[in-house]
């Protein structure tokens, strides 16, 4: 269920990964017009079609719109499991008490939180309460092998 939209956050086209077009990860895509959108919408590829934020799925504050607060939260919630992406030039975005306490609140519920900052060059894994780190590692694990593997960044 969508609670948000879009409006004219485009965060998504750069932070994420488009297999479809090779398009890599911390990338603008070459049909994003930031701030606006999708140029080629109705003809966009799969993933783009079925990718939605936490954000937008979400009761999040407006101020938590990832252009906004410059963290995109993705939602592998069926693998136990939360990336967010955060934008390069505000490494320390994810530290803000708002985002701090999204994170607290998703371990709380028993996922694990991997945050990639500066493209990639550092991460961080937030071990949900009740785990271990060896089981939180077995669950990243796990999800690339269904997934058929994550974006580069989380190998």
């Not at 937030?126 to 690339?144: D, F, H, M, W």
């Amino acid at each position: 269920m969508q609670r948000h939209d879009c409006g004219s956050c485009t965060l998504c086209c750069h932070l994420t990964e488009v297999p479809e077009i090779a398009k890599p990860v911390y990338h603008w895509c070459e049909f994003c017009k930031p701030g606006s959108g999708c140029t080629v919408y109705d003809m966009r590829p799969q993933s783009c079609r079925s990718f939605q934020c936490h954000w937008l799925k979400s009761d999040m504050d407006d101020e938590l719109r990832p252009d906004k607060c410059g963290v995109l939260i993705e939602d592998l919630s069926q693998h136990s499991l939360f990336l967010a992406l955060v934008e390069q030039g505000r490494p320390d975005a994810w530290k803000e008490p708002a985002l701090r306490q999204v994170f607290s609140s998703l371990s709380e519920q028993g996922f694990a939180v991997v945050v990639s900052v500066e493209g990639g060059q550092r991460q961080f894994v937030l071990v949900p309460y009740g785990k271990t780190e060896s089981e939180v590692i077995a669950t990243i694990r796990q999800a690339k092998e269904e997934l058929n593997g994550l974006p580069s960044i989380y190998n």
